[in-house]
């Protein structure tokens, strides 16, 4: 009864914390979308290559860098979140990407930018990534899925707002006030976001039969630790495919409507906003589904859904253009899925008090993933001459993750 008492009792932004915490969601949108401009850096290298006098090669460097630093400071920032806290560890993330993006601004040449904004920059985007996942995820353990879907929207969804804004900031004001303006706008919004990021006490949890009935089911209290568990080892390597084909499509989505569907570079590039939206809408729908299906047939789902998109794009031929964004629609599609996937599978195999632990290891398969995405399709290119040849591993790709999912992706017990 005292516990039932507290619960009534704690409150959220004034409601009652089972109404308040929908606000938490919002909120991490929010922040999310500030640390996904990272992906709108396509925007900033043209003017940033007549600035610094540099060539398309060098731009790409302190996007390449920031994204190896992202994926590799969000998982240790997992082992010292119980320890810190939420809010300070938004708040610290928050300031060092705002930073980045203001030492940015005065760059004088490549390498500094690569530091500013590869390094300290990306370093604050893996800093601050994880922190309203887990907030979500602590305050909807009876609809985590669902609601670390809708979180991460934010992170997938930010280049169709953030970089047609930062295009206008440039037009208006050039590329250094464009950084500096961002660096303290970034600042300030996910430093006033992190106050009210704070996860419920150890206690809580949300009233109703529904949940009491999910805690029964759901949620046995007997599970191994993540590391001595072979479910551990199946998300990896369906996490690092999924990360590794969507990663790759993404970065040559373009290249491939030039040459192999022979669009008009700016129609290529236009079409990249509705893969964008593909990417952002998916989180939500399959953290749903994970929430309602076993993981291994909701990833077993995203790699038939690869295996479509490859088979349409190895018969793909110069016009074909429905093909081609049915194609990569799939592409961006599944690798939003598996962003969603990835967490609430975290959540749901493993003990959920150690989700911020455990997600980070996890996590680290995005970053092999993201690596060998980025150089595999265009090696393949160099070798071939095509891109054509890039859509055999990925279908061979799925049909490994089918196999792995299938057979490894199930809660253990001891």
Known sequence: ???????????????????????????????????????????FRKPLEALLNIGATESLLPYTVALVFYATLMPITGFYVDRIGTQK??????????????????????????????????????????????????????????????????????????????????DAFGIRQTLLILGIVFTIAISLISLTLKVPPPEWKPQGKNFAKITQISIPSNRPNMLQTRSFYGLWICYMIGALVGLSAIGISSPVAQEIIQLDPIVAA????????????????????????????VATGTYVLIIIASILMLN?????????????????????????????????????????????????????????????????????????????????????????????LKREHI
């Open 1 to 43: 009864m005292k516990l039932e008492s507290q619960n009534q009792d704690l409150t959220l932004f004034g409601l009652p914390a089972e109404q308040g915490r929908w606000l938490l969601i919002p909120l991490g949108m929010l922040v999310l979308l500030c640390l996904g401009t990272v992906y709108s850096w396509s925007i």
């Open 89 to 170: 560890i938004a708040a610290f993330g928050g300031l060092i990407v705002g930073v980045g993006y203001i030492l940015s601004s005065f760059a004088s040449n490549i390498s500094m930018l690569t530091l500013t904004y590869g390094a300290i920059a990306g370093t604050g985007v893996g800093i601050t990534y994880g922190i309203p996942m887990v907030v979500s995820a602590r305050w909807f353990p009876d609809r985590k899925g669902l609601a670390v879907g809708l979180t991460i929207i934010g992170f997938g969804l930010s280049p169709l707002v953030t970089a047609p804004l930062a295009k206008g900031l440039i």
């Open 270 to 297: 236009s079409t990249v906003s509705l893969f964008a939206l593909f990417n952002g809408l998916s989180r939500p729908l399959f953290g749903w589904l994970t929430d309602r299906f076993p993981a291994k047939y």
């Open 316 to 408: 793909a031929s110069s016009g074909e253009v429905a093909t081609y964004i049915i194609a990569f629609c799939l592409f961006w599609f599944c690798l939003g899925g598996w962003l969603a996937i990835a967490p609430t599978a975290t959540l749901n195999l493993f003990k959920p008090e150690n989700y911020a632990k455990n997600y980070g290891i996890v996590f680290t398969a995005y970053g092999v993933g993201a690596l060998l995405g980025t150089l595999v399709a265009g090696r393949i290119r160099d070798l071939f001459g095509t891109y054509t040849y890039a859509f055999y591993p990925t279908a061979f790709l799925a049909v490994i993750g089918i196999i792995v999912a299938m057979t490894t």
